[in-house]
């Protein structure tokens, strides 16, 4: 009754089946462990959080490179501000307002890249008038060091007016200073008046963001594929062999069933059953 198993048809299904099944086991597995990586990372960075907060900020030359584990820890830095190039990064958004960051570049005492600084952030429309000036004279500034923004973080697609930057990195920024500039920035949370200090950002792909649940997802996804294949590997064996009883029954179909090779009657019994019953008289 069982023998369908064994024709090239069902050989392929089976092996579609055992391969189908545990690679869509294994890719949720890796989707929920994503998941749980990101529920982890989150919980430290929290945790790590409240310990710089209480913590006393370190030099920024102990803190780079910028990693996951640098990341949101508060750093400090000596130098002058570069007040011949003050630049805005229009079209940010701090507390669902609508403004701009406030951003100047720190040239450090000794020499080396400068760092760019969010020194704050006002609502409203980027407006240099609005901003006070960066402090002249040598400065210490203490501020959350941030990992470089990228195309996709601007606010302000396209071009935009000179003095104005899309997003906080180097990339941009070395078409307009004439000298090296930090792959790093950090925001200051204790600004000059008017200016409201920016909170300080996780890095992408790390912390319970859409992307965190865009992982969760696919998990189901991938173990509804599972058990979708389970159910349709059933379905089909089910109706193959309910179809291999009835003709083991002399039951067979009529229509495109009749020519799946099973056995049909004899032409004598298709007479024999055709026989009126005055003939056979």
Known sequence: MYRFLLTPRWWAINLFALVAIPVCVLM????????????????????QSGAEARAEARPLRELLPVTQETVGRTATVTGRFDAAHPLL???????????FYVLSLLRP?????ALPVVRGWLPGAADPDRVPAAPEGEVTVTGVLQAPESQHDAGAPGALPEGQLGFVSAAPLVNVVPYGVR???????????PLRPVPPVAPDNTGLDM??????????????????????????FRREAETAADAALGLTPDGPEADAGLPRPSAEDDATRSRSPAGSA
């Open 109 to 113: 005492d000794g020499g080396g890249k």
């Open 89 to 99: 990064v229009p079209d940010r958004t701090v507390e669902e307002k609508r403004g």
């Open 28 to 47: 949720g597995s890796w989707q929920l462990s994503r998941f749980d990586d990101r529920v982890e990372r989150h919980q430290e960075q929290r945790e």
């Open 211 to 236: 992307k965190a649940f865009q992982n969760l997802g696919y998990t189901a996804q991938w173990f509804v594929f599972a058990g979708f294949v389970v159910f349709m590997w059933f379905r089909f």
């Open 183 to 193: 792959d790093a920035w950090i925001t200051e949370q204790h600004t000059q008046r």
